[in-house]
């Protein structure tokens, strides 16, 4: 089971780092995704890499800001969130799934079997 955590209120263009640990301490499945949520809309893909830790994708609206990486020794994934913008206020999830897509398919929350509670961020104006 997957555990996302580090959510809260931050200023617009201040930073936070979100962790996604996975009870037991094995990630099921080789791919962490992260994903994000606002009330009436759909799930948004905002990254993932493999739990190795050799490649790392984004969404369009995180790249350059959004930075994924992993802690092999505490089998932790982060999402370091910088330069926050409104719009980045949501709920977010980490997910897991076994085996590579396509990009695209990556991209999509329907194709990730695993998935954490979420975390609040707000980012305020």
């Known amino acids: 089971q997957l555990q996302a955590s580090g959510g809260g209120l931050v200023q617009v263009g201040g930073s936070l780092r979100l962790s996604c640990a996975a009870s037991g301490g094995t990630f099921t499945g080789n791919y962490i995704g992260w994903f994000r949520r606002v009330p009436g809309k759909e799930r948004e893909f905002v990254a993932y890499?493999?739990?190795?830790?050799?490649?790392?994708y984004y969404g369009d609206s995180v790249k350059g800001r959004f930075t994924i990486s992993r802690d092999n020794a505490k089998n932790t994934v982060y999402l370091q969130m910088n330069s926050l913008k409104p719009e980045d206020t949501a709920v977010y999830f980490c997910?897991?799934?076994?085996?590579?897509?396509?990009?695209?398919?990556?991209?999509?929350?329907?194709?990730?079997?695993?998935w954490g509670q979420g975390t609040q961020v707000t980012v305020s104006s």
């Open positions: 997910a897991s799934r076994y085996g590579s897509l396509s990009l695209r398919a990556m991209g999509n929350p329907g194709n990730y079997p695993y």
């Open positions: 890499m493999t739990t190795a830790g050799s490649n790392a």
